[in-house]
Structure formats: structure tokens, C-alpha cells
């Protein structure tokens, strides 16, 4: 029996996605000029014990033998209006450093973010070029220095009336719930009666996904994770500066970008960097492919072919993950919404 193990529903915690479907809809401006407008959402559930904070990464998350377990959930809505993206992200009994206000990207010759809030649709996170039904590409604001910066996207729009919500949302999880008899973890009560809910329930008529396949950028950058104020240790300017101090003088890798030193681990690309005098979490991603859900799937097969090689059965897991992953979805349209929040009980 694994016992006491971190159970996530995880879903790639990106910030981009979404595009054209039956969803979208027409608004005429004065001129008569259509604008699309499309929301798409989201969703990230976390079983963890309810710890009062600081929380570190290494306890969050896990299960709790006596059920007293918590689901923490987060929800991610992003809106399509003409060609700007905006991102509202909510948050529920989560612990304050899931809520990652936004991030800067530093390539070699800008600094691009932007710090704009709309009141009803959250953070605006760039320029949105729409290519073809299948790609779009995203530029965030240029702040300092010059040039251009953007994040092309590949995707696939699902239809998904009638699949299972909860293989659909996350297979990972849902076939070690539902079907392994010898993957035997403990989940806390709230887990338990949520995933059956999940589990039994389909998606009504009209419901479709975004699947994301690759996301890809044109220059190498160094991204800055923003937290908000006021912020607990780990995630203080005193703790963060330690780790820069730590991993210049260790020789991590060094990443010289516009007004910014950074060092990063050679085998995860995160790590510390300063710009203008203030320390931020960072994470070095080089030019070219940064997200593949093919690959993210080949890597979550590998735990379902080590269990049927552990204990086979009549059933091949991995085989019955790699099915179910080929309809699983990253984001979803509004009927799919609407039945995920009324099973997860968020407003």
C-alpha cells in the first residue's frame, strides 16, 4: 500500500492556450468589424493536508490516513477579445504561492510582461495573432529595451459530448482511482467523494477542449516568477537572494540577459536571478520547442508500464492511459465549465 503519498490532479500549468470553435462569439463594432470573443478555462485540484502556512514543497499535497484531507483548487479563465489575451486566475483553500501573479520574460535584448488588469477579465498577457484553426502565437508587452518577443502555440479543438469528466480532465489519475488493484493509495475523504463524482460524470452536449501539442518561442529567455505581497519564507527577497548568492558562488550556470544575471541548475534550468536590484525565482528555457504533450505523455507511460511489469493483468494500463490521454483536455469551453464547477462545488 503507498500510504501518505502527494496525489495531484495536474494539469500543464501553462498560461497560454485557446482559439477557434463553435463557442466563439461575434461582436460587431461600430465599423461592422467582427471581433471574436472566446473564454476557455482551466481547472487544477490538489488534495493536501490543511497546513497553516509557511507550507514547503516537499509536505504539500499529501494525503492524510485519518481523511482530514483538503482539495485545493485553482481555476484559470482565459479571454479571447479581438487580439488581446487576459488571464483571471482564481483561487480556492489554496495556500498563497500557487498564486503566481505573473511572470516576466528576458531574452537577450527586452524585458516583456505586462502589468495591465482588466476588471473583468484579470491580467492582459499580450497580442494574439490567430494563424489558422490549429496555431496562434502570443506577444506579450514589450517594457525595456527593444526587438520582439512571441510563443506559438499548436492545438486541437476536442469535441468531448459524453466522455468521462474526470479521464477526460486527467487520465493519470482517474485509471489509478478507478481500476488499479494494486496501486492502493489512501485519499482523504473530500478526495474520495470529489473523484466519484468526477469519475461517474459525463460532459452534456455542445462541450469541447483545447489540447495543447507544443508550444514553442523564437528566442531564448530567462523567465521571472512574480509572487504576490506580502510573501511568506521561502519566497522572501532574503530567501530568494541566498539562493542567487549560493548558486553564483557554486558556478551554476550563468545566464547574462538585459539588465539581468541569472543562475540556473544545468539539469532543470531553474534557479535565481536579480534585475533592477530585486531577486526573483527563475527558469531558463532556450530558443525553439518548450512544451510537448506527446513527450509529457511518454513520461507519465513509463510509471503505468513499470506497474503492468510489476503486477500484470488482464488489463494494459499504459496502453488504456495513452487512449484515454488522446481525448484528455488542458483548458475547456463554457458548458464544460459549467458542469466542472458544479462538480467541484466553485462559484
Not at 18 to 28: F, G, P
Not at 58 to 75: P, T
Not at 142 to 165: C, M, P, R
Not at 275 to 292: A, I, L, Q, R
Request: with cysteine; aromatic share 14%.
Amino acid at each position: 500500500m503507498i500510504a501518505n503519498k502527494k496525489k495531484c490532479i495536474f494539469f500543464v500549468g501553462l498560461l497560454l492556450s485557446a482559439c477557434n470553435d463553435s463557442a466563439e462569439s461575434l461582436i460587431m463594432t461600430d465599423n461592422s468589424k467582427p471581433i471574436i470573443f472566446e473564454q476557455w478555462t482551466k481547472f487544477n485540484l490538489v488534495e493536501r493536508e490543511p497546513y497553516l502556512p509557511p507550507i514547503s514543497d516537499d509536505i504539500l499535497g499529501e494525503g492524510a490516513d485519518d481523511g482530514s484531507a483538503i482539495v485545493s483548487s485553482s481555476r484559470i479563465t482565459l479571454t479571447f477579445y479581438g487580439d488581446d489575451l487576459y488571464e483571471k486566475s482564481e483561487f480556492f483553500d489554496m495556500h498563497f504561492h500557487h498564486k503566481i501573479q505573473f511572470k516576466s520574460y528576458v531574452t537577450a535584448n527586452g524585458i516583456f510582461q505586462s502589468d495591465a488588469i482588466h476588471q473583468q477579465y484579470g491580467r492582459h498577457l499580450g497580442k494574439l495573432t490567430l494563424i489558422d484553426q490549429n496555431k496562434w502565437v502570443l506577444s506579450p508587452t514589450l517594457v525595456s529595451g527593444a526587438g520582439t518577443f512571441s510563443q506559438t502555440t499548436n492545438y486541437k479543438v476536442l469535441d468531448i459530448s459524453g466522455q468521462k469528466v474526470f479521464y477526460t480532465m486527467d487520465p493519470q489519475t482517474a485509471i489509478k482511482f478507478n481500476g488499479i488493484p494494486y496501486f492502493d493509495p489512501i485519499y482523504g475523504v473530500a478526495a474520495t467523494r470529489l473523484y466519484k463524482k468526477l469519475s461517474s460524470s459525463t460532459f452534456p452536449s455542445g462541450s469541447k477542449c483545447i489540447q495543447i501539442n507544443t508550444v514553442s518561442q523564437d528566442q531564448d529567455t530567462l523567465d521571472l516568477i512574480h509572487y504576490p505581497e506580502p510573501a511568506f519564507a521561502p519566497y522572501d527577497q532574503v530567501s530568494i537572494q541566498a539562493l542567487w548568492e549560493r548558486y553564483k558562488a557554486e558556478s551554476k550556470r550563468e545566464i547574462l540577459f538585459k539588465d539581468t544575471e541569472g543562475y540556473v541548475e544545468e539539469h532543470n534550468n531553474s534557479g535565481a536571478a536579480r534585475y533592477n536590484g530585486t531577486y526573483y525565482y527563475s527558469y531558463y528555457y532556450p530558443k525553439g520547442e518548450v512544451f510537448s504533450f506527446e513527450k509529457t505523455v511518454s513520461e507519465v507511460k513509463k510509471e503505468f508500464d513499470y506497474m503492468d511489469d510489476l503486477a500484470p493483468s488482464d488489463i494494459n494500463y499504459a496502453k488504456l492511459y495513452i487512449d484515454f490521454s488522446k481525448k484528455s483536455c488542458h483548458f475547456f469551453n463554457a458548458q464544460a465549465t459549467e458542469l466542472i464547477n458544479d462538480l467541484t462545488g466553485l462559484i
